[in-house]
Nanobody
Framework: QVQLVESGGGEVQGGGSLKLSCAAS????????RGWFREAPGKQRETVAT???????KYGVSVQGRFTMSQDNATGNVYLQMNSLKPEDTGKYYC???????????????????WGQGTQVTVSP
């Protein structure tokens, strides 16, 4: 059973940077799709980025060019480097995982089976 724990959230001014980490345990050697998601008050959970076992990444349109997702395949840990942060990036960020050959294009949060508890990111103007 995969367990995920996020860290690295906090408050930052617009234009600043944060790096989120997701510590994983319980992974097997099976292929996985891993993702970062965010949820803001009154809004639906949004896919921020995904990465498959080959390291192929996909990003949401709103974060393209500013965020970078990476992973350590040996541990299953994933990371999200967030640069040029904007107030609209504010929300609770979650990492998630699912056993999958790849990450389907346009994949949504309900595809994922294992979730962390989330970490809050607040960006001030």
């Amino acid at each position: 059973q995969v367990q995920l724990v996020e860290s690295g959230g906090g408050e930052v001014q617009g234009g600043g940077s944060l790096k989120l980490s997701c510590a994983a345990s319980g992974y097997t050697s099976a292929r996985h799709c891993r993702g970062w998601f965010r949820e803001a008050p009154g809004k639906q959970r949004e896919t921020v980025a995904t990465i498959d076992s080959d390291g192929y990444t996909k990003y949401g349109v709103s974060v393209q060019g500013r965020f970078t997702m990476s992973q350590d395949n040996a541990t299953g840990n994933v990371y999200l480097q967030m640069n040029s942060l904007k107030p609209e990036d504010t929300g609770k960020y979650y990492c998630a995982s699912v056993r999958s050959v790849s990450c389907p294009t346009g994949v949504s949060w309900y595809y994922f089976s294992a979730w962390g508890q989330g970490t809050q990111v607040t960006v001030s103007p």
